[in-house]
C-alpha cells in the first residue's frame, strides 16, 4: 500500500521536498527516551541531581515556604495531593482527603479504622492561614496566594507549561515552548521550517479510506514565534473530510496578535480560510471538532485534484503576518 506524501515549500528562498508517511491517529508510538534539554519539562531526570528547570517539585521560594511538616500535614497520604475542606480524619487522628474518602470505602488508610463523618477543622483553620507562591513560580510567575485561591490560578497560570501540541500520539511530555520545540523536532521528528509562507501538497492514494486517519504536523519559525500546521483526514458524519489549521505556540493572548489564510484550489476554483490561530493551550482535537480551519469536503478535494478522481492530490497553501501590519503588502523577514 503506497504511503502518502506532502511535499513541503516553507519559504520563498529555498524550497524543501519531502517525504512523510501517513500516521496512524491512534496507533502512534509514544517516544520512550526523550532527550534531555536546557529548557523546562515535567520529565523526570535520573541522574541524581536536582534539575533547575524542573517544575515537578515546585515548593516555592525558601524565604516564604512554609515548613515541611505543614506541607506533610495537609498532604493526603493516600493520592499524596494537597487537602482541601472538608479534610476528613479518623478517631485516632489520620486525616485524608474527601476524594479518597470514597476511594478507601469509609476506612482509615492508616490504621484501618471506620473514618465515619469527622472533620479535621483545625487542619483546614491552618490551610487557611497560609500563603503560598505559584507551583510555577520557577517559570516566572510572581504570584502568592493564600493557600484555597491557589489550586484555581495555578490551573489557568499564564506560566504554567503546555502539552505536547504533537497530534494521534497521546503523548505525556510537558514543557515551555523551546523545550517543546526540540521534543517535536529530536522525538516526533516533525520538519522544522523557518518563514510565515508555505505550499504543501498532500498526496494520498485512496481518499476513500480514513479509518486511519492521516494527518501531518509542520512547525514554522517567523515573527520570533513558532505555530503549527496541522492538515489532517478525518470521518465528518457519514463522509470523510480534510482539514487544515494552525496553532500558535504561546497563550491565547498572544495568538491574537497574528492571524493566517489557507487557500486550496485548481482548475479555476479555490477555497479560501482566513482566521486567527488557536493556543496550543487548545487540544488539536478540541480545534478540529470545532471546525476551526479551512474543511475540504472529499467531492471537492477529488474535484481540485483533477484526473481520474481515484487519487487526493491537494494544494495548501497559506502564510501567516502580524495584525498590526498589513496583510496585502506580503512582507515576511524570517527570524
Not at 33 to 61: D, E, L, R, Y
Not at 77 to 82: K, M, R
Not at 295 to 313: P, T, V, Y
Request: proline share 7%; aromatic share 8%; with cysteine.
Amino acid at each position: 500500500m503506497e504511503s502518502d506524501s506532502i511535499e513541503c515549500v516553507s519559504s520563498i528562498d529555498e524550497i524543501v521536498d519531502h517525504e512523510i508517511p501517513h500516521h496512524n491517529l491512534h496507533h502512534h508510538p509514544h517516544p520512550r527516551h526523550a532527550p534531555h534539554h536546557q529548557f523546562s519539562s515535567s520529565k523526570p531526570h535520573h541522574n541524581g541531581t536536582n534539575n533547575v528547570n524542573s517544575i515537578s517539585n515546585i515548593v516555592g521560594p525558601p524565604a516564604i515556604a512554609p515548613a515541611a511538616s505543614v506541607h506533610e500535614l495537609l498532604e493526603c497520604p493516600v493520592c499524596t495531593n494537597s487537602m482541601y475542606p472538608p479534610i476528613h480524619q479518623c478517631h485516632n487522628g489520620h486525616t485524608l482527603c474527601s476524594t479518597c474518602k470514597i476511594r478507601v470505602h469509609n476506612r482509615c488508610p492508616t490504621c484501618r479504622q471506620e473514618l465515619g463523618d469527622i472533620r479535621c477543622l483545625a487542619l483546614e483553620k491552618v490551610a487557611e492561614s497560609l500563603e503560598l507562591p505559584c507551583k510555577y513560580y520557577k517559570l516566572g510567575c510572581p504570584e502568592i496566594f493564600p493557600y484555597y485561591s491557589k489550586l484555581k490560578h495555578e490551573g489557568i497560570c499564564i506560566y504554567r507549561p503546555y502539552n505536547c501540541p504533537y497530534a494521534g500520539s497521546e503523548c505525556s511530555v510537558v514543557g515551555d515552548i523551546p523545550f517543546l520545540v526540540a521534543h517535536l523536532r529530536d522525538d516526533h521528528k516533525v520538519d522544522m521550517h523557518t518563514g510565515c509562507t508555505f505550499n504543501h501538497r498532500y498526496v494520498k492514494s485512496n481518499p476513500r479510506e480514513v479509518e486511519n486517519a492521516t494527518w501531518m504536523l509542520t512547525v514554522f519559525h517567523c515573527f520570533g514565534q513558532y505555530f503549527c500546521l496541522h492538515f489532517e483526514a478525518f470521518q465528518l458524519g457519514m463522509a470523510p473530510v480534510y482539514m487544515a489549521f494552525i496553532r500558535f505556540m504561546g497563550d491565547e493572548t498572544e495568538a491574537r496578535n497574528y492571524s493566517y489564510s489557507l487557500e486550496v484550489g485548481a482548475n479555476g476554483r479555490k477555497l479560501i480560510w482566513e482566521g486567527t490561530p488557536r493556543s496550543i493551550r487548545d487540544s488539536h482535537r478540541k480545534v478540529r471538532d470545532s471546525h476551526d480551519g479551512l474543511i475540504i469536503q472529499r467531492n471537492m478535494a477529488l474535484f481540485f485534484s483533477g484526473g481520474d478522481r481515484k487519487e487526493l492530490k491537494l494544494r495548501v497553501t497559506g502564510r501567516i503576518w502580524k495584525e498590526q501590519q498589513n496583510p496585502d503588502a506580503n512582507i515576511c523577514i524570517p527570524n
